[in-house]
């Protein structure tokens, strides 16, 4: 099968998608729609979403639910490590429209594992096999799996893992290539990400230390991949979708793109939910300003929403009078 002929990553129209990486409190609506206002990426994932709740709780208030009409490129991730919990959860996402979803079996929060979950299920793989198997027989849009390279360095035990996923009915394979015990510490081993998709029947996606267009283009490159994945290196620089697409480098305004993004907060997420996800998104953004320590500390110190709002106002005015 020559590459044109193979599976594409997601079903995407597109031979090498840029795909939003899904980030707790990060990658909810009103940071997707600042990603499109700006030029994004093909597909966006949204944040990690627990199947109990999906299952238990009110899909109408849902947080984690919350998206714009015109969002019809999500890919739903959801976590868990009951199969009928799981399945449950699918049966509900494709009952809501979702074309997309995606099981975690990469994130090594210490509250996950102790859950059985994430990156847990690595060490489990017939509990994932019964997992995947009731979440196919429930949900019949695009499935994929997001993964780390487990938790120790055994080859052999990775690739039996996935090949079963892919067996399975798992259609994409996102691939952070780390070790659960380095969460993101280090260098992304990069050529793991090149070794699975050569073994592997199905389309893999590389994710991990991408933070600038460069970084995508040797990605590519370096593991042929079937897909980009971005998630930290978005945050900080919501130009870098854009950047790729076109070649070229892309200024903005960081006032303005903070402002933006408060806008969004308001047009989109509960008022009780703006000053933490403003917070969190600053503690990203602002690594990538000039004096930034001085933007993210003067952020972490307002009350409400329109203090911090005032504090930005007055930060950009100050460093432009400099």
Known sequence: MSPSDSPRAFDSSVECPLILAPLAEVTHVAFRMLLRQIGGAHLYCTEMLSSNTLVHGQAST???????EQETDLIHQVSGADPALM???????????????????????????????GVAL?????????????????FPGHLSAKIRLGWQDDRPALLNFCRMLAEEGVQTLVVHPRFRHEKFKGTARWEWIRWLQEEL???????????????????????????????????????IFQEILTGHEVRLDPEQVLLDFIRLLRQYLPPEKHLSRLKIFVTWFAKSQFFGHTLFAGVQSSTSLAEGEEIIRRFFQQVQTA
Do not use: W
């Open 62 to 68: 849902s947080l984690f639910l919350l998206r714009d």
């Open 122 to 138: 690595m060490r489990r793989p017939e509990l994932t096999r019964r997992i995947i198997r009731a979440v196919r027989q429930s």
């Open 87 to 117: 399945a449950a959860a699918a049966e509900r996402l494709a009952a809501g429209g979702v074309r997309a979803m995606d099981i975690n079996m990469g994130c090594s929060a210490p509250t996950i594992i102790r859950k059985g979950e």
């Open 201 to 239: 029947p199905l389309p893999v996606v590389g994710n991990g230390d991408v933070f600038s267009a460069a970084d995508a283009t040797r990605l590519r490159h370096q593991t042929r991949c079937a897909g980009v994945m971005i998630g930290r290196g978005a945050v900080m620089r919501p130009q």
